[in-house]
């Protein structure tokens, strides 16, 4: 009989347990999912504003759009950086040039995105040529990273010189030499407004310069 009875309290305390095992506290579940320094609320991939580079900008959904980062703890960690590296400059371009040509009176984008720099030439037939330079630039500012200096240009013949660019290696040692030698030719055309009191109007602070 006492051997009866102690499996039947050994065989409750399974029980208990494995019921135990079975139902978490939903309540106090943590929804965010980690991975590495960035807690995401899934764990699936999206290039920017976009289901897939060969589709195109994605089409408006139900769903709001979350992601929350959290700085490393470790002081002078800069692998939080590290997303900066995989920006896909192609479909930044691609969403610039797109949003600028619903700018009133803009009608021909073309953008090329390097490093640091935003090169934008465009069309247009407006009066007001520093104020459709100012719309083109702050739409472009809107986009990329605040680091980023952007110019424009509407003058017909630097479009070229901007196209020929997106066919050079980036990693040519003459490839710097043709950028900085565009971007003075551009800066040639309206610029717009500053961009506030410290930075000048393609965002260049006096650090920068």
Known sequence: MFKLKKLVVILGLCMLTALTGC???????????????????????????????????????NNYGFVRHQKSPLMNDSSANDHYSALDREQVANIISKLSTDIPNVHDVSTLITDQEVLIAYTTDSKDRNLTADQVKKTALSVVPRYYHV??????????DVENLANIDSTSRNARNLVNGLIQQMKKSPQGQRVNDSEDENGRTADDK
């Open 151 to 160: 110019y424009v240009t509407d003058n017909k013949v630097l479009r070229k």
């Open 23 to 61: 139902t978490k506290d939903t309540g106090n579940q943590d929804i965010y999912e980690e991975s590495g320094n960035t807690i995401n609320v899934n764990n699936k991939r999206h290039d920017l504003y976009n289901e897939g580079a060969s589709r195109g900008v994605r089409n408006a959904s």
